[in-house]
Structures are given as C-alpha cells and as structure tokens.
C-alpha cells in the first residue's frame, strides 16, 4: 500500500465511524448527526456562540449551521436572545436546560468512545498523534491556499 492510499483510507475510514457514531447516538433524540457538532460547541461555551463562531469551531459551512440552529431553536435544544438593533449574526445561542441534558449524555458518550478507540493507544502516542495530525492539516491547508 502506498503513502496516499494508507493515509487517505484512514482518514476516511475514520471519517466513516465518527459518522455512524454521530448518527446512531443522535437518532435515538430525533436529531441528525448534523446536530452533534452544534450542540457538543455550545456546552463547551456557556456564554454562548453566535452562528458564524459555530461554523469556524464546527468546521460545517453556514447553511447547515443556520439549518441546525433553526431546528435545535425549534425542539427547545437551544435559545437566543437578539439584542435590540443588532445583526442576527452577532445573536448569540445557548444551551437551554434540555439542551445541556442532551449535550451531558452526547459527551458521556463521546467520552466512552474515544476510550473504546484509543485502546492500546499511550498518552505519549496519542500526543504525537495529534501533535502530527496538525501539523499535516497545517501543511494541507497552506498547501490548498497556494495551488
């Protein structure tokens, strides 16, 4: 197996699970694996995101954002409060107390499988790993910005 062929069948494969994971733990809510990233940004950040920081964190594009957070506004997931004279932009969204129940089991969850994935796996390796992955998606992306 060539460089490419190993590193691109990786990244897909794992690409692949974390799908199927997002997925199957979502629809047991009625939600899409669409919805995780949302929901996980937003409990990591109390004091709110607006829309344009949960594309940057989530790495979705804003039209599936704006799709999510209409849909999460609508299952009373998530709320917002737009500020008199403001920009929908700079609105801000927030966990509410459904919301966080969700986002508690998604990340008990989310935590119970990245143990189950890094069986075997040393801290040391896994800082290397990561260290390594940046480094890649860095080059990657310089690399995408000159051609």
Not at 29 to 39: D, N, P, Q, R, V
Not at 67 to 84: M, N, Q, S
Not at 101 to 114: P, V, Y
Not at 131 to 138: A, L, P, Q, V
Request: charged share 30%.
């Amino acid at each position: 197996m060539d460089r490419f062929e190993a590193f691109a069948g990786l990244i897909i494969e794992l690409n692949r699970c974390i799908l199927r994971i997002k997925d199957n733990e979502m629809k047991q809510y009625g939600l899409k694996a669409s919805h995780t990233m949302c929901i996980y940004q937003l409990s990591q950040h109390e004091e709110g995101l607006t829309a344009t920081q949960l594309t940057d964190l989530s790495c979705v594009d804003k039209a599936a954002i704006s799709r999510t957070l209409k849909h999460l506004v609508e299952r009373k997931l998530i709320h917002c409060d737009i500020p008199e004279n403001k920009r929908s932009y700079r609105t801000l969204y927030y966990l509410t107390d459904e919301g966080k129940r969700l986002s508690d089991s998604l990340n008990k969850r989310i935590n119970e499988a990245l143990e189950s994935g890094g069986q075997g796996v040393t801290d040391e390796d896994r800082e290397t790993m990561y260290k390594c992955m940046g480094m890649i998606r860095d080059n990657l992306s310089k690399y995408v910005e000159e051609m």
